[in-house]
């Protein structure tokens, strides 16, 4: 079963080393987080799945990695300078910001109407480049990868001797001032992007849309998401960028969150090489760009059968990875129950529940949408206490829950039920796996065991891509508990039988079942089952 709630991962990625919260020790900067030691693997891993799929697996993509500061007429011929805005509108009463379209007529904050007129608010980024502060020595942090490409095109169109249609992948970090980063990683102001720009000629855009379409889709599902979870949202034609005569976005399922963007695919048309190019006048442009008397080079392609320089049209797969992240934890994650807890456990526990949610509907101090919100969740437990009790950790994780005295109670009543019980897993595609095998010694104080161990783990490791770790900081159960939460596909246990015989025992993530391996055996027996 996936997730139920962002909490239940941001819970997990605290815990598990997996996303912290951005400089925590100062407090913290809104919208940034770092990926930590698990993390940075399934990030790497992640990107490495896109980036096999699209560039070496096709036969018309080639590979860039542009600079984050470009000069500045980029983001003016981009459009970006002028249209990249969101409507901003202050509180008067509590000098909150928002976004104008996340809110309604009231401040989510304390309540007044008292709001300031929307004005729009560039969401670029500016720094300032050189040692001296002066009016045209700043450049931008660039909020998308894409403009990297397009003032690219010719470079890579020369030195590659590509012919249409052909694309380039990149793979880098965006920047946005958002005016308010929220749910996790869904919205923060730095992300890497992993983005295809699709050169095709005029009059195929449509036909290229429709493909990369059901290619995106296609990696999606090779990633573990499910299809059923994602829809295709055609976006109105009122509500396209700038730049795009038609976008499909992909609306992932979020727990918490319900359908929300993860994916866009733009049919950017001639806009982009069009705004970039040299000699505007020289083609016939569909796109309405502005007059560009800045860029040094021609953007075009010299297409034999009609004899004469075009602009190629753009098709462009666009997605977040920390919104692709939150996707694949969410699906992978699963709290099945590894032991039917007694009777007089479960009413402990259930009581306690029971107690809590009338706690949060009689709490008047609570924002009516946090004890909405609580009061849904505690209750949807409440109803299947037995298959649901790990999801308490969740709801005491939610905003509004550490205002509720009985929260302490209710954590302190099901903890060890829950740890006695319940696993948490995550059934993550093993070829994204943080760490592929783990392998323990029976016991740490024995020599031969450790020693035996840690050589199956170096060996694993020698000469392969695969992430494997030792442990030996808990009893075996545990360890497995731990590698579970980090979606680990194998543990391997060397134990006395391996020091007799030179076997070990192979346990396997998703059915618990266990083997019995010949060390020389196990090595294949890994490669081949995390491959795929
Ligand atoms: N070059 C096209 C482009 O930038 P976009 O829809 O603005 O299009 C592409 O962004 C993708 O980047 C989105 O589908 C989403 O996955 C991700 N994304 C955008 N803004 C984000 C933010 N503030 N935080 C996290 N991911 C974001």
Redesign the pocket.
């Known amino acids: 079963m996936p997730a139920v709630s962002l909490e239940q991962i941001a819970s997990l990625c605290k815990r598990r080393g997996i996303i912290y919260p951005g400089s925590e020790i100062y407090g913290g900067l809104q919208g940034t987080y770092d990926y930590g030691p698990v993390g940075v693997e399934l990030k790497n891993n992640i990107v490495d799945s896109w980036w096999r799929t699209n560039v070496y697996e096709r036969d018309d993509m080639e590979g860039l990695d542009a600079a984050i500061l470009m000069n500045p007429l980029t983001w003016n011929h981009s459009g970006h300078e002028e249209t990249f805005v969101d409507p901003l509108v202050d509180c008067r009463e509590c000098k909150s910001r928002y976004r104008a379209d996340n809110i309604g007529t009231t401040c989510p904050t304390c309540g007044s109407v008292d709001l300031t007129e929307p004005r729009p608010f560039n969401l670029m980024f500016k720094t300032q480049v050189g040692p001296v502060a002066e009016d045209n020595s700043f450049a931008y942090l660039r909020?998308?990868t894409?403009q990297g490409i397009f003032v690219n095109f010719d470079n890579v169109l020369t030195t590659t001797a590509r012919k249409l249609p052909f694309g380039i992948a990149q793979i880098g970090k965006?920047f946005?001032n958002?005016i308010n980063?929220r749910n996790f990683?869904?919205?923060?102001?730095e992300?890497d992007?992993m983005?295809i720009e699709f050169f095709v000629a005029p009059g195929t855009e449509d036909e290229w849309h429709e493909k990369w379409l059901q290619d995106r889709l296609a990696w999606w599902q090779s990633i573990g998401v499910s299809r059923d979870r994602i829809s295709v949202y055609d976006v109105p034609k009122n509500d396209l960028?700038h730049y795009s005569k038609r976008t499909y976005?992909l609306m992932y399922a979020y727990p918490t969150l319900g359908y929300e963007?993860?994916?866009?695919i733009?049919s950017r048309t001639d806009f982009d090489l069009g705004s970039h190019t040299r000699y505007q006048d020289k083609y016939d442009l569909t796109a309405q760009v502005k007059p560009n008397a800045d860029s040094t080079t021609r953007l075009s392609y010299f297409d034999v059968p009609s004899n004469k320089h075009i602009v190629p049209f753009v098709v462009?797969p666009?997605?977040?990875v920390?919104?692709?992240m939150l996707a694949v934890l969410c699906e992978a994650y699963d709290e099945p129950m590894v032991k039917v807890p007694d009777e007089g456990r479960l009413k402990v526990v259930s009581d306690g529940l029971d107690a809590f949610n009338q706690s949060v509907s009689k709490n008047e101090k609570l924002p009516t949408d946090l004890r909405d919100g609580l009061q849904a969740f505690g209750e949807s437990i409440a109803q299947d206490i037995v298959e649901k009790m790990p999801q308490i950790n969740a709801l005491l994780a939610m905003p509004g829950a550490d205002r509720i005295q009985l929260g302490k109670k209710l954590r302190g009543q099901s903890q060890k039920v829950i740890e006695d019980h319940y696993r948490t897993v995550l059934h993550l595609k093993p070829h994204l796996a943080p760490v592929k095998v783990a392998v323990f010694p029976l016991k740490r104080n024995d020599d031969d065991l450790v020693s035996t161990a840690k050589n199956i783990r170096r060996s694993l490791q020698v000469g392969g891509r695969i992430r494997t770790v030792y442990d030996d900081t808990g009893a075996i159960g545990k360890l497995y508990r731990r590698q579970d939460e980090i979606g680990t596909p194998f543990c391997v246990t060397v134990d006395y039988e391996t020091l007799d015989n030179n076997t070990v025992t192979v346990r396997d993530r998703d059915s618990m079942d266990q083997i019995r391996l010949p060390i020389d055996q196990l090595s294949a027996y890994v490669r081949e089952h995390v491959a795929s």
């Open positions: 909020p998308e894409a965006g946005r958002e980063p990683l869904f919205r923060v102001r992300f992007m983005e960028a976005d963007e993860i994916e866009g733009a462009e666009s997605a977040g920390g919104r692709c």
